[in-house]
């Protein structure tokens, strides 16, 4: 068994100075901690994988391809491979759980 708790991930997440945790990788999936502070933009790309974003805390929208949601504590998301996805209108700190199948490299 593997367990993983928030505030550790985050501890963590902070110490090496990234807006990215991966914290788990097996062979069908990854699981990593995403942070964006209010105000701030995310860089991301379209991923190679499919993705479910879990939003752990915050609020914000979120653009997955040409559709457009409100997200905060609760919202689950999924972005199929290769479509282009991002938060933005970050208005609440996110923290989002993000899984990758099959595992992002």
């Given at each position: 068994?593997?367990?993983?708790?928030?505030?550790?991930?985050?501890?963590?997440?902070?110490?090496?100075?990234?807006?990215?945790?991966?914290?788990?990788?097996?062979?069908?999936?990854?699981?990593?901690?995403?942070?964006?502070?209010?105000?701030?933009?995310?860089?991301?790309?379209?991923?190679?994988?499919?993705?479910?974003?879990?939003?752990?805390?915050?609020?914000?929208?979120?653009?997955?391809?040409?559709?457009?949601?409100?997200?905060?504590?609760?919202?689950?998301?999924?972005?199929?491979?290769?479509?282009?996805?991002?938060?933005?209108?970050?208005?609440?700190?996110?923290?989002?759980?993000?899984m990758f199948?099959?595992?992002?490299?």
């Open positions: 068994m593997k367990e993983f708790r928030l505030d550790q991930l985050e501890a963590e997440r902070i110490a090496n100075d990234g807006a990215y945790l991966r914290f788990l990788r097996e062979r069908n999936m990854s699981v990593g901690l995403y942070a964006l502070n209010a105000g701030q933009s995310d860089p991301q790309r379209p991923q190679r994988q499919d993705v479910v974003n879990f939003v752990v805390s915050g609020r914000a929208s979120m653009t997955v391809g040409e559709e457009t949601t409100m997200v905060a504590r609760g919202s689950v998301v999924y972005v199929p491979a290769g479509v282009q996805a991002r938060f933005h209108h970050i208005t609440e700190d996110l923290r989002v759980l993000i199948s099959p595992p992002e490299g």
